[in-house]
């Protein structure tokens, strides 16, 4: 490529894709994309808005009651009189956030085991076109459904637990991880993949001495990010799929007992828990994934 031709072509962007050879992408045609998608989003959000029903609500007196209510849950937490009503014992909520951080750890390390072998299967450079597309298309229609509607499926199936909310986080968890697993599979070095074939090597000997050491960082990372949505989702169905934990306890409080000051109270515990695991897996990173790339 001569300098004219870069010159020419200095609003291209270069990118590679899973074979390494490059391709040009027009700035302006992706410039014009996200402007239009950010388009349609605008647009149907005010048409949204104006066509809800608000009926004779006062939406100013609405506000006013909102904030107070935020107030109380955020600023005057309490289980015990006089704010709190008993109807839970700090006992009650550490235990059950410690089942939502086990029903987390179960989901993210099963979801990490199988999807690393689906991944595999998944990676264009890995395996063959017909089972590649088979499998990325296969996750592609797992991660269309929310995460929610899966747990309710399983909920239905085996009934209400945390069996169903283990079940259905780690069946969108493996499509989320597939996907992310097998593009840092598809980013390595071809000619390094060419090489030990080439000299005999198998297809499990390729993929632990090339592929997992090449790619482990990376790996992690994605665990890691999914280990944290994994942890919100735990708290979203166990509110809103009755499958346990401390979510429940946050519809219990919000719902049935409409005590905001105890709800107060477990979204604190929640954001603890979060705060935690985010400094955890933040060590880790540092000590090693970014001591090791």
């Not at 949204?48 to 506000?63: C, E, I």
């Not at 006013?64 to 008993?86: I, S, T, V």
């Not at 063959?128 to 399983?154: E, H, M, Q």
């Not at 409080?253 to 929640?270: P, Q, T």
Request: proline letters at 2%.
């Amino acid at each position: 490529m001569t300098s004219a031709t870069l010159t020419k072509g200095a609003a291209d962007v270069l990118e590679r894709d899973a074979r390494g050879h490059i391709r040009l992408t027009s700035v302006r045609e992706r410039n014009l994309s996200v402007q239009l998608t950010l388009i349609v989003l605008v647009a149907l959000t005010v048409v949204t808005f104006a066509r809800m029903g608000y009926g004779t609500v006062d939406m100013l007196a609405a506000a006013r009651q909102a904030f107070a209510d935020f107030g109380a849950m955020m600023l005057q937490p309490a289980l015990d009189p006089p704010f709190g009503a008993g109807h839970f014992t700090w006992g009650t909520v550490i235990e059950s956030a410690v089942i939502t951080v086990a029903i987390t750890a179960i989901c993210t390390v099963l979801s990490a085991i199988v999807s690393f072998f689906l991944a595999l299967a998944a990676a264009a450079n890995l395996s063959s076109p017909v089972a590649s597309n088979i499998v990325k298309g296969f996750v592609a229609i797992i991660r269309s459904i929310p995460t929610i509607l899966w747990v309710l499926v399983f909920t239905v199936a085996i009934g209400l637990g945390s069996e169903a909310a283990v079940l259905g986080i780690s069946f969108h968890s493996i499509a989320y991880l597939v996907k992310s697993y097998s593009e840092s599979f598809e980013e390595i070095d071809e000619g390094v993949i060419e090489a030990l074939r080439a000299s005999g090597a198998s297809f499990w000997q390729v993929v632990f001495q090339a592929v997992t050491p090449a790619t482990i960082t990376k790996l992690l990372s994605w665990t890691f990010i999914r280990l944290e949505i994994n942890f919100t989702n735990a708290v979203a169905v166990g509110a809103f799929a009755g499958a346990g934990g401390i979510g429940f306890q946050l519809y219990q409080a919000g719902s049935r007992y409409y005590n905001l000051h105890e709800v107060g109270v477990i979204v604190y515990v929640c954001l603890i828990v979060a705060f935690v695991l985010e400094f955890v897996s933040v060590r880790l990173r540092k000590r090693y994934i970014l001591a090791d790339s």
